[in-house]
């Protein structure tokens, strides 16, 4: 895929996002009820696994790359609106919301809502394409780029939405 890089990460993330997710999930429950513009159904679990996972690998990346970062907690009472990654590199602060997509999903997806939360402030989004329990793709878009995405009715919101776009490379040619 153009202009995304592969992770090469421990499995042992995959079962510690796992068990996370289960605590995570039961301490949101009054914030993702039904009825609400947070509500994700019988999916909750399912959708903070892969949260926690992504966070997880690109702590591990920044880490193992040594860079210097600040996280959000992964585990509180109630979702932190915070940036997931604060990375300084050089003269500039990077403030990253860290996105999951599973290794079937053919869109990437930002709540509108929380991209327009004046109180959390993003410069860019990270995606975290699983590809398997040790591998992944990622690429990141600045607030900028995901504002000319397409506004799209998810199945309880309303999402920026764009297709992550293969390529297809000539044997002879790189990335």
Known sequence: MKGWKEIVYPKVLVSLAEELSVIRSNLSKKVYKKG????????????SK??????????HYLTEKGYTFESAILIDKKPVVRADITLQVLNDTYLIDVKGVKKEDDTLRVNYNSHNNSTK??????????????KANYKWFTREEVDKWEVVKARYT?????????????PFEGE
Request: neutral net charge; charged residues 25%.
């Open 36 to 47: 609400t513009d947070k509500y994700r159904g019988d999916k909750e679990k399912e959708i």
């Open 158 to 170: 309303e999402v920026y939405s764009t297709l992550i776009m293969p390529t297809i490379n000539f």
């Open 50 to 59: 892969l949260g926690l996972l992504a966070e997880l690998i690109i702590r």
């Open 121 to 134: 402030k993003i410069t860019h989004y990270l995606f975290v394409h699983i590809q398997s329990s040790t």
